[in-house]
């Protein structure tokens, strides 16, 4: 059996990642592929839910704690439902992985970006996504779409600081800078129309959809 891709989005927050994934799973379920969403943290799996109440609820977390929390969720999350997932011929789209870890715990709350990959070279035992879309927008256009976003589910993360948020960025474009093949960088300053057209359009070469 052909096994499914597995894909990431990335981005810091407001990004607007979330509603072009919904969209996309969408398109794709027109189309009759077998394809599935799933988050970090949290996700398909109820544990990984588990640690999201945690890190997302508690103001009071350590940030080494933090990084090792997400790692757990990240274990739990490609061994339990992932690499499952795609050995059965479905195509797994992840509203983040391993590169939030790099970015926010390591740029964002500066901790060694070495230590950060090594829990999670253990955390995922090299399993890497096929494909992983950056959505670039400056921060402080993000943060303008958060707070005028009603429907928008404002959590710990949502309300760092700019400062923290502009670090992310930062550590993302070095990221980027590291793997420049790595990534598919999508402008997500446009309207939400046009960011879906563009991470539309690299959806179909992906999947191999001639028309729309
Ligand atoms: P979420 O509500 O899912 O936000 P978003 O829609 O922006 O993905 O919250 C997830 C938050 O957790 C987000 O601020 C990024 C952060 N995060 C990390 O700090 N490290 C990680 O490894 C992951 C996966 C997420």
Same mark, same amino acid.
């Given at each position: 059996m052909k096994r499914g =891709?597995? &894909?990431t989005f990335e981005g810091t927050d407001g990004s607007g990642k979330t509603t072009i994934l919904n969209k %996309?799973? @969408?398109q794709l379920e027109e189309h009759n592929i077998n394809v599935s969403r799933t988050r970090e943290p949290g996700g398909q799996n109820k544990v990984c839910e588990d640690i999201r109440g945690v890190l997302l609820n508690n103001k009071d977390v350590d940030k080494y704690a933090e990084s090792l929390l997400f790692a757990a969720s990240r274990v739990q999350h490609v061994n339990k439902y992932i690499i499952p997932k795609i050995s059965e011929g479905v195509s797994v789209i992840s509203d983040r992985y391993l590169d939030s870890s790099i970015a926010y715990q390591g740029y964002g709350k500066n901790i060694d970006v070495k230590w950060i990959q090594e829990i999670n070279s253990f955390? @995922?035992?090299e399993f +890497? !996504?096929? =494909? @992983? =879309?950056? =959505?670039d &927008? +400056? !921060?402080n256009i993000a943060q303008k779409r $958060?707070? %005028?976003n009603p429907n928008r589910e404002k959590n710990r993360f949502d309300l760092e600081s700019m400062e923290i948020q502009e670090l992310v960025y930062k550590g993302y474009k070095e990221? $980027? +800078?590291n793997n420049p093949d790595k990534f598919i960088l999508i402008n997500a300053e446009l309207s939400a129309d046009e960011v879906y057209k563009q991470v539309w359009d690299k959806i179909k070469e992906i999947f191999g959809i001639i028309n729309d």
């Open positions: =891709f597995f &894909i %996309v799973i @969408t955390a @995922t035992n +890497k !996504p096929d =494909f @992983t =879309f950056f =959505f &927008i +400056k !921060p $958060i707070m %005028v990221i $980027i +800078k």
